[in-house]
């Protein structure tokens, strides 16, 4: 929660200093079905992280069909590819520029969500699993020998 979480905590009385701290929510850690209910009632998914690794978040974003915004990081626009919409980290107005007109253009907002769809069902996890499993396999051979 907010109250023991430091970071948690700057970002809410950051958000209350500028006037929009009414508009930030922190829900921590969620449980999967409630989680699955905060992506069904979202309207946008904005990922500003700059040290992830593999983007768990943006993958389920997608696969609700919720239009990405993500940090222009390698990581980000390796999973995210063509179906996010990219913002300087270190730049907010740029951010709250391409908020502003997914929100001003409903017909922009509901493409953005198909492209999520579609770019999500590129996810293939079994098929991840035989290929990492294939590459263990071939390199456990080469070592062998």
């Excluded at 009414?22 to 079905?33: A, K």
């Excluded at 500003?48 to 993500?70: D, N």
């Excluded at 940090?71 to 907010?92: K, L, Q």
Aim: proline content about 6%; some cysteine.
């Amino acid at each position: 929660a907010a109250e023991t979480d430091t970071g948690a905590r700057e970002v809410l009385e950051s958000a209350a200093r500028i006037g929009v701290g009414d508009l930030v929510v922190n829900h921590g850690e969620l449980q999967p079905d409630n989680l699955s209910m905060l992506y069904r009632e979202s309207h946008v998914f904005v990922f500003a992280s700059i040290c992830e690794s593999f983007g768990f978040p943006q993958v389920e974003a997608m696969s609700f069909g919720l239009p990405l915004l993500a940090a222009y990081t390698p990581v980000n626009r390796e999973i995210c590819s063509y179906a996010a919409r990219y913002f300087p980290p270190d730049v907010g107005e740029c951010l709250a520029n391409q908020l502003e007109r997914l929100y001003r253009n409903p017909e922009e907002l509901a493409a953005a969500g198909k492209v999520s769809l579609k770019r999500a069902s590129e996810f293939d996890w079994p098929k991840a699993a035989r290929d990492t499993l294939a590459r263990l396999v071939a390199a456990s051979n080469r070592g062998a020998s």
